[in-house]
Structures are given as structure tokens and as C-alpha cells.
Nanobody
């Protein structure tokens, strides 16, 4: 399985939208579990969303994010909207699901590099 690659980070004003993309041939297609996590300075890594057969959402951004899989492109995207300053963090894509809770970092073996998201108020 290829290491996932995350892209799409950037700066956005509060209330705006952003789309992150995760690609990894052999890891992001089908019903393989793929998740997005984020980590702000001085805070623990937290699960934002995951998708296996269906989507799962963590508490931090529930109701303001959607996770979607495109099997033709081998990507799993995270759509974020009505963004807030507290969404500012480094975002990571995780694949290589090893079992356990799908929104927990220890359940994944393969991680992307981070992509920075900054929301200005």
C-alpha cells in the first residue's frame, strides 16, 4: 500500500470553506477505512472524520464537515464549511486501518504528511 498524500490546505477566513484531498493507490479505494485527523499546536491529535462502508464523524467539527470517497480517482476528500478559528491545525490523512475505533489514531498504520489549515477571524 502506498503512503497517503494529503493536499489542499491553505488559509481561509472564518465562515469560509476548504477541501482537503487524500490519495493513496490501493488504500483509499473500495471500502478501505480512511480517516482525517488534525493537530493544533500544544494539543493532541483528534479525529475529524473517517469513511469505511459509510462515514463517521468526530465531535470537533461534526455538522461542518463531509467526507467523500471517489473510487475513480482513488481519493478521500474532506469538505469543510462554516469554518471557525478553532479549525486551525495541521491536518493528516490516515490509511492502513488495523482495526479498532475508526476515529482513533492508533487504528491506522500509514500517515500522510501534514497539510496546514489556517482560519482567520
Amino acid at each position: 500500500q502506498a503512503q497517503p498524500v494529503a493536499s489542499g490546505g491553505g488559509s481561509v477566513q472564518a465562515g469560509g470553506s476548504l477541501r482537503l484531498s487524500c490519495s493513496a493507490r490501493g488504500s483509499t479505494s473500495g471500502s478501505n477505512c480512511v480517516a482525517w485527523f488534525r493537530q493544533a499546536p500544544g494539543k493532541e491529535r483528534e479525529g475529524v472524520a473517517a469513511i469505511c462502508d459509510g462515514p463517521w464523524y468526530g465531535d470537533p467539527a461534526k455538522g461542518r464537515v463531509t467526507i467523500v470517497r471517489d473510487n475513480t480517482k482513488n481519493t478521500v476528500d474532506l469538505l469543510m464549511y462554516r469554518m471557525k478559528a478553532e479549525d486551525t491545525a495541521m491536518y493528516f490523512c490516515a490509511a492502513g486501518y488495523a482495526g479498532g475505533a475508526v476515529i482513533v489514531a492508533s487504528s491506522y498504520r500509514s500517515w500522510s504528511q501534514g497539510t496546514q489549515v489556517t482560519v482567520s477571524s
